[in-house]
């Protein structure tokens, strides 16, 4: 689908964003309440029009490691990650924000 620009697939059980293959002008990408626990450091898709990422309520994505490789995204300007386990370890956003930036 190398046109679509908008994939909205929460609510499904999803676990990694490997497969998400074959769709270079996507730039908006819901993955809200799935089950994605781990950014993988290898196989994330290529993805060079990204610019939103929702991945809200994925409880058990907890790595700030795992949430920094998806800085390899240049063009991604907006992450929602609330009521993940990595922003709710922070007691503040703005603490949270301070570590990415650090």
Not at 20 to 26: C, F, H, I, K, Q
Not at 46 to 75: C, H, I, V, W
Not at 84 to 92: G, I
Request: charged share 25%.
């Amino acid at each position: 689908m190398p046109k679509l620009e908008e994939l909205y697939i929460q609510n499904n059980n999803i676990s990694s964003l490997i497969g998400l293959e074959g769709v270079p002008a996507l730039k908006k990408l819901h993955l809200r309440h799935n089950k994605i626990e781990k950014i993988e450091e290898e196989g994330l898709p290529e993805l060079p029009a990204l610019e939103y990422l929702n991945l809200r309520t994925n409880k058990n994505l907890g790595s700030m490691e795992d949430f920094l490789r998806l800085f390899q995204y240049t063009t991604l300007k907006d992450i929602n990650i609330l009521n993940c386990a990595l922003e709710l370890e922070y007691s503040s956003m703005n603490i949270l924000i301070g570590e990415v930036l650090a």
